[in-house]
């Protein structure tokens, strides 16, 4: 193992993995991203570290600055490590259904933590998407990552993950069929997945959204529905309960910030194919998000 010289650089070059027991002899090789290992416990390390690492480079983040979040969780443990390690202050609003652990662990790594309530509507000022937006207003000199909205998050996964995936490929004498991801704020599947269809034309890109997620109703009915937010009995019988279950996992974008037909036309055509539809546009397009990494 290489030695480094802080924690930051041992952000990436995670291992690929074959997996043995969740598909059969016969079934297509399968192969798993160990991005688990990751020093912060998740892919995001890397879109931290690649944002942050551009902003401070280009004069967006100066000495002294604080950086603002709003995360569940994995997005905040890669920015804490970043800011710990560079010497930086760090806040983050939390909705209050995450576990203390979580909380715990970011304010071991020295951030700072607003838990925000989970049961409020995106827009909604007590929201921690709103919370942390007044924050870095009210915070002279702070730096917010926005990975919903900021680019650099697909621009990160274009120039690290997918290009490593690919290394690691090449390396080991494979090809690659297909790039399967959870879609998230969609920063990895645009941006590995824009890359990897670059150097491997023939894979299809795969994204995974749980039920209750406006993609999964896109997907099926080619129409853009509300965010469906209600914890009223009558809604969670309509269907509201898909959405809280959806609640539960991290960056879960719920509302698309322009209108479809801003949208790519490719995109935007009715019923898109999973190949078609998330890569270079999911992470752009939301723009009010309920819960978030
Ligand atoms: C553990 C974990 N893995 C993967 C993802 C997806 O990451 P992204 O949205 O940055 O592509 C997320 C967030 O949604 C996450 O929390």
Redo the contacts with the bound molecule.
């Keep these: 193992m290489p030695v480094f010289d802080n924690i930051l650089q041992a952000i990436g070059r995670t291992p690929l993995v074959r997996l043995h027991k969740l598909v059969g002899p016969r079934d297509a090789a399968v192969y798993a991203k160990c ?1 688990f290992m990751n020093p912060g416990g ?3 390390d890397r ?1 931290a570290l690649y944002i942050l690492d551009k902003a401070e480079r280009e004069g967006r983040i100066k000495p002294g600055a604080t950086i603002v979040e709003n995360t569940s969780g ?2 905040g443990m890669g920015v804490a490590l970043w800011a710990a390690v560079k010497g930086y202050r760090c806040v983050f609003t939390m909705p209050d259904k995450m576990s203390s652990e979580k909380v715990n662990a970011l304010k071991a790594f020295g951030a700072e933590v607003v838990v925000t309530p989970t049961n409020v509507a995106a827009e909604d000022p007590r929201s921690y998407y709103e919370t942390a937006k007044r924050i870095h207003r009210e915070t002279p000199g702070s730096f917010m990552l926005n ?1 919903y909205h900021n680019p650099d ?1 697909i621009e990160a ?1 274009y120039r690290l993950t997918g290009p490593e995936l690919e290394d690691d490929l090449r390396k080991a004498g494979l090809t690659l069929d297909a790039f399967v ?9 645009s941006g590995a997945g824009k890359y990897l269809k670059e150097k491997f034309p023939q894979a299809k890109n795969v994204g995974a959204d749980p039920d209750g997620s406006v993609y999964l109703d896109y997907f099926k009915t080619g129409k853009l529905v509300q965010p469906h937010v209600s914890t009223s009995r009558a809604s969670w019988r309509r269907g509201g309960w898909r959405a809280r279950r959806a609640c539960s ?3 879960r974008p719920v509302r698309p910030c322009t209108s479809p037909s801003s949208w790519p036309r490719r995109w935007a055509r009715a019923r898109p194919s999973w190949s078609s539809c998330p890569t270079a546009a999911r ?1 752009t397009s939301p723009s009010s998000i309920r819960t978030s ?1």
């Design positions: 991005e998740a892919v995001k879109m994995n997005t990975q998050n996964h991801a959870g879609l998230g704020t969609g920063g990895t599947m996992r991290e960056d992470a990494g």
